[in-house]
């Protein structure tokens, strides 16, 4: 395995966004997204997902050039139109105007409708942390879940991040989908060409589906379904799962009059390419409002210290609180670089071919 610097890549991604028409300044927001993923070793977000933007792009389900709608904007609240532009820059602009908005009222709130795939949730609640606020994002996707006791899927992988600041040097960041694991990552095993682990998938029979080129394929065509945390059962807590996945779909949709369910395929009536119409929702806490910073990160910091230091289960080491992890993975890759495997190799050979780019492998 290949592993490439982090600025090599992160102008390499600013590069193909350009030639297939995103603005530069766009371009590079997107790769900023992207790289953040990569730099956390969450490898399904990063430049793995560069070869899906460059395939919709190119099939016209997703605008290069981002033109955003603003249908209402009153007080802590907005309401957005994305038109089906690029979900970084519609993702950032968002969160930023939360963060404006937190600022003049305690709390802000946006709701985009039309967007697409906006990467990693935690760039976003990261961006309120970095500025001494509470963030949280979240965004609906397209159907891969079952609800509980059904087999078909509806719902999205639809993930909550949640972020806080702490006198850590990283913040607490919760960033997961309410599916068992999200979508990319299965798409990060078919890359690495592994099975799925039983337990994450299963047929339109509830039997479990482990073929990971199979299964990509027959969740497009709806023949497969990913499940909710807590798996099949109410037993072992399916219903959470669920709950927590439909609550996201309601946040990302209902608020915006956004599409839902099926009305996030992919597809026109004729089973055709057509935009994702995602949705997503924003929201920034301003701590000064409820009590002091100092005091809030302190008493943050404290929570995660204590939790880190409790009683450890036979046989593991350590105990991690979430953000944690992707702070220490985060200075290995700077160091070491990006790894690429050879599946993902062939995609970014195949990027610089089409476009005539300088080979950087």
């Known amino acids: 395995m290949k592993r ?14 350009t030639k297939i028409g995103v603005p530069e300044p766009d371009a590079a927001i997107c790769a900023e997204v992207l790289i953040a993923s990569d730099l956390k070793g969450i490898e399904s977000h990063g430049i793995g997902r560069l070869k899906m933007y460059y ?25 957005w139109d994305g038109n089906h532009g690029m979900g970084h820059v519609i993702g950032k602009k968002a969160m930023q105007t939360a963060i404006d908005k937190a600022k ?26 970095k500025q ?25 992988t639809n993930p909550i991040c949640f972020g806080a600041p702490t006198d850590l040097p990283y913040p607490f960041l919760y960033d997961a989908a309410t599916s068992i ?18 337990g994450w998938a299963i047929d339109l029979e509830g039997k479990p589906y482990t073929d990971t080129s199979k299964l990509l394929v027959d969740l497009v065509k709806q023949k497969a379904s990913m499940l ?39 597809q026109d009536e004729h ?12 929201i920034a806490i301003n701590i000064d409002f409820f009590t002091e910073l100092e005091s809030f990160k302190q008493i943050t910091g404290n929570i995660c210290r204590d939790l ?26 700077l160091k070491d670089g990006v790894p690429i495997i050879p599946n993902l190799q062939k995609d970014i050979e195949f990027m610089q071919s089409e476009l005539q780019l300088s080979p950087i492998i």
Do not use: W
């Open 55 to 79: 395939d919709r792009i190119k099939l016209g389900i997703q605008q290069p050039v981002t033109e955003i709608d603003i249908i209402r904007d009153k007080y802590a609240t907005a309401v």
């Open 132 to 156: 001494d606020m509470v963030g949280l994002t979240f965004t609906n996707a397209r159907p891969s879940i079952c609800p509980t006791h059904g087999v078909s899927p509806l719902l999205g």
């Open 308 to 333: 880190q230091a409790s009683q450890l289960f036979p046989g593991k080491s350590r105990i991690y609180v979430a953000g944690e992890k992707e702070y220490e993975l985060e200075q290995i890759v």
């Open 181 to 198: 694991s999200q979508r990319g990552k299965v798409e990060q095993y078919a890359r690495e060409e592994k099975d799925t682990p039983e």
């Open 228 to 266: 909710p945390i807590g798996g099949t059962d109410e037993l072992s807590g399916s219903h959470k799962g669920y709950g927590l996945s439909t609550m996201v779909e309601i946040l990302c949709a209902s608020l915006q009059k956004g599409s839902y369910l099926n009305g996030l395929l992919g």
């Open 4 to 17: 490439l610097p982090v600025s090599i890549l992160q102008n390499f991604m600013i590069e193909v966004f």
């Open 104 to 129: 003049q009222y305690g709390i802000g709130c946006v709701a985009v409708r039309n967007s697409t795939h906006y990467g990693i949730c935690g760039f976003y609640a990261e961006m309120a942390t």
């Open 271 to 282: 089973g055709k390419p057509a935009p994702y119409n995602l949705g997503h929702f924003f």
